[in-house]
């Protein structure tokens, strides 16, 4: 399945200043009987999100409306915990394009760039000046430049550099999931069947 190409996202961020966030926090286990990607942003963070009977926390930052944006930016060591591939799909289905934080666990970042979700591991450094800066301004823009991997505060205009894998890279700024590339290849995998002895 395709996703939104990623190149450079230009927005506001959401602001989620709690380290050890995991997989059972970021979607309840209760949620995962579904087995197509649709439908998990209803019930991201959904403990933190409402009450026991469905009314919203007002404290809550995804239900405070002076936050928003398709920034996510997270404590340290965020999607610890069990390997659901769901808690990835409930960040991209609620409408987030990227997490920031200072350490991810590796399974949940690899599930985020398997779906077109941009996990941008950043110093504690910057990402307390990003934090510092969302709660001086919450219309703060951050950019993120995947070509150039680059993170800026816009209005501060301090960066950093991040890392990211060059095959994942490339099928994040195509839009392909892993199926997608070997499709977007098919002819040299052919050609190569076709040379090649049994």
Request: negative net charge.
């Amino acid at each position: 399945m395709a996703y939104d190409k990623f190149n450079i996202l230009t927005t506001t961020a959401v602001p989620l200043p709690i380290e050890n966030v995991d997989t059972d926090q970021i979607i309840p286990a209760r949620f995962l009987k579904a087995t197509e990607r649709k439908g998990f942003g209803d019930n991201l963070f959904r403990d933190w999100r409402y009450h026991p009977d469905n009314t919203p926390k007002e404290h809550f930052v995804l239900n405070n409306p002076i936050y928003s944006g398709k920034i996510l930016v997270g404590g340290k060591n965020f999607g610890s915990g069990s390997s659901r591939e769901h808690a990835a799909w409930s960040v991209y289905d609620y409408g987030f394009r990227c997490v920031v934080s200072s350490f991810f666990a590796d399974i949940f970042r690899n599930n985020c760039l398997n779906i077109g979700v941009l996990p941008v591991q950043v110093s504690a450094e910057f990402l307390d000046k990003i934090f510092k800066a969302i709660e001086a301004n919450p219309k703060t823009e951050i950019e993120v430049n995947l070509p150039e991997q680059t993170i800026t505060i816009l209005e501060t205009g301090e960066q950093e550099n991040f890392a990211i894998n060059d095959y994942k890279k490339e099928n994040m700024l195509n839009g392909f999931d892993d199926i997608d590339y070997l499709l977007n290849i098919k002819s040299n995998i052919e050609k190569f069947a076709e040379n090649t002895p049994l």
